[in-house]
C-alpha cells in the first residue's frame, strides 16, 4: 500500500500519460518499423541492401540532403544579419518585427505554398507583370523547377531561423562587444572574435532545426518542383500510399531518421530554456603556430601609431558611416518583411477577384469565391471536421502536456533531460518519419480512416508544444508560492489549483494554441492516416492545388492567412495581462 501511495506521489505518474500516448502511437510502433526494416525475426540487412542498390533511391536521398542543405545555409545567410538588426533595434521596434516575423509562422505552410504557386506560376504575378512591361515575351520557367523549391521551403523556414536567433542575441552582453573596442578592436574584429562566438548557440540551434525539418519536407518540394526535384519523403509517402512492401518502407525511413540522429548527437540541440555554457572561442590556425602570432605582434606594434594618427579621422568617418548604416539596416528588414509578408498579401487581394481565374491586380472586387467556399459542402464540410479534430487535440494535449510539463518540472536534471527529449522526439524528427510511425501505431488500434485516430496522430506532436511552452512558463515560476500555500494548510491539489495553474495560465492558453494551430495545418501525417475518408482543409486544400486549380483555394488560403492575426491577439491579452499583487490575492484567498 505504502508503495502505491508513494507511486502516486510521484511526479513521474503525472508524466505517464503523455508517455502512454507517446508510447502507443509512435514509440512501439518505431520500434515495429525498425524490426520490420531488419527483416525480424531472422535479421537481415536486405531491405538497406536493396535500397542502396538502386541507383534511383541514393540520388533521391543525396537529392533530399543537398536540398536540404542548400536552403538551411540560405535561411542562416538571411537569417542572421536580419536577427541580428532586430535584436539591436529600440524595443518597440524589435517588437513589432518579431510580431512581423511570428504572423509567417503561424500561418499554414500549405497556404504559403499555394501564395507562391500563384505569384510564380506561368500566368502568375511576375510572369504577367514582365510580360505586361514587354521584358519577356513569353512566360519565364519560375515554377515546377529547383528554383521553385528553394524559394517555397526559405519562405516557409526562415522565421524558424531567425527566432532562435533573436532569442539567443538578446541575452548577448553588447558591453563586452564596447569593451573589445574600447581596447583597440575594429568593429569587424569586436565582432567576430566577441560577438559571433556568443550567438553560436543560436547559429547551431538554428540551422539544426531547420535543417532537420527541411529533411522531412514533402508538400512544398511536390507542389512547387519537378519530378526531379523529388525528396525522400515524397518517395516514402508514394510507398505508404500504394501500399508497397513496409520492410522497403520502413528502411527509408530509418535511413533519414539514422541521419538526424546523427545530426542530433554530433551537434545536439538544447530546447530547454536553460542557457548554453559560454562558448570558447574558435581556434584560429595561426594560434597553433607561435612564429606567426609572433610576426603578428610585431607588425600590430608598428600599426599602433600609424592607428592612433588616423583615429580623429576615424571618428569623423564613423558619424557618415552610421547613416549609411541605418540605412543599409532599414533596407534588409524591409526586403525580409517584404518577402515573408508580400505572397499572403497577394493571395488576400486575388481572392477578392471578381474574374473566372485569379488575377493581381484584380478587375473588379467580388466576394464569390468565398461565396463558393461557404456555399461549397466540401469546402465548409472540411473546414469543420479540421475545427473539431483541432479543438480535440488542444484540449487533450493541453491536459496531458500540462501536467507532463509540471511533473517534469518537479524531478531530477538528468531523468528530466532524457524524459523532455523523449517527449520532444515527434517534433525533432522529420515529420515523414512520424507520420509512417503513427501510421503503423494506429494499424495496430485498428484506427486508421477515423477522426479518433486523426486526433491521436496529431496530439503527439501537440503535446511536445505544450509541454515547451508551460515548461517555459513553469522555469519563471516561484516554487516558494506554493510551499507558503502548503504551509497554510493547503493539500497538494489545492495549492495548485488555487496557486501554480493561474500563475502559469498564460503558458497552458499559448500552449492549447500552439496545440490547435498544430493540428489545423498538418497535412503530411494526415494524408498517411486518414484512409480517404477524413478529409480535413489542409488535405481538400492540397487535392484541389494538385488536381482542379479551384480559385476557392485563395479564398481558403486567405482565411488561414488572417488567422494568424487572431493568435496574435490572444497571445497578447493572455502574456500581457497585469499581474500586479496577483500572487498575494492568490495567497490570500488559500489561507
Known sequence: MQVIQKLAQSPLTIVAPALTILLIVFGVPAVQLFLESVSAPNFSLRNYYLFFG????????????EISAVATFICLVVGYPTAYLISTASKRARMILIVLVVIPYLTSGLARTYSWIVILGDTGLLNSALMHHRFIAGPFPLIYNRFAVYVG????????????????????????ISAAKSMGARPSTAFWRVYFPLSMPGVRGGTLLVFVICLGFYITPAALGSLGDAML???????VSTGYDMGTISASSFILLAITLMLLSVFGLNLSSAPDAAPKPPKVFYQRLGI??????????????????????????????????????????????????????????????????????????????????????????AAWTSVK????????????????????SRVGSGLRSFVTMAILTPITIPVIVVGVASYVGLVNLDLIGTERGVILAHTIGAISYVVVIVAATLANFDTRLEQAARSM????????????????HPGIIGGALFAFIHSFDEVVTT????????????????????????????????????????WIIALYITWWRPKAGSQVVMLEGVA
Open 527 to 566: 494524408s498517411l492516416v486518414s484512409g480517404y475518408s477524413v478529409r480535413t482543409l489542409p488535405l481538400k486544400m492540397w487535392e484541389n492545388i494538385r488536381n482542379e486549380v479551384d480559385p476557392t483555394v485563395a479564398a481558403v488560403a486567405s482565411l488561414l492567412t488572417l488567422l494568424p492575426i487572431l
Open 54 to 65: 538502386q541507383y534511383a533511391n541514393v540520388r533521391v536521398l543525396l537529392q533530399t540532403l
Open 292 to 381: 606567426l602570432r609572433l610576426i603578428r605582434s610585431y607588425f600590430n606594434e608598428i600599426s599602433v601609431s600609424s592607428r592612433a594618427k588616423r583615429w580623429p579621422m576615424e571618428l569623423y568617418l564613423a558619424r557618415i558611416n552610421a547613416g549609411w548604416s541605418r540605412i543599409c539596416a532599414r533596407l534588409i528588414l524591409a526586403v525580409v518583411m517584404f518577402f515573408l509578408l508580400f505572397p499572403e498579401l497577394v493571395v488576400i487581394i486575388m481572392s477578392f477577384s471578381n474574374g473566372a481565374t485569379l488575377q493581381f491586380p484584380p478587375t473588379g472586387l467580388s466576394l464569390q469565391w468565398y461565396t463558393s467556399f461557404f456555399n461549397n459542402e466540401a469546402w465548409y464540410g
Open 153 to 176: 521551403m526559405v519562405h516557409i523556414m526562415l522565421p524558424m531561423m531567425i527566432l532562435p536567433l533573436v532569442s539567443v542575441m538578446m541575452g548577448i552582453d553588447t558591453s563586452l
Open 233 to 239: 519523403s515524397t518517395f516514402i509517402a508514394s510507398q
Open 389 to 408: 479534430i483541432g479543438l480535440a487535440v488542444a484540449v487533450v494535449s493541453t491536459v496531458v502536456g500540462t501536467l507532463a510539463a509540471f511533473g517534469l
Open 489 to 504: 494548510g493547503a493539500r497538494p491539489f489545492t495549492a495548485f489549483i488555487r496557486v501554480t495553474l493561474p500563475l502559469i
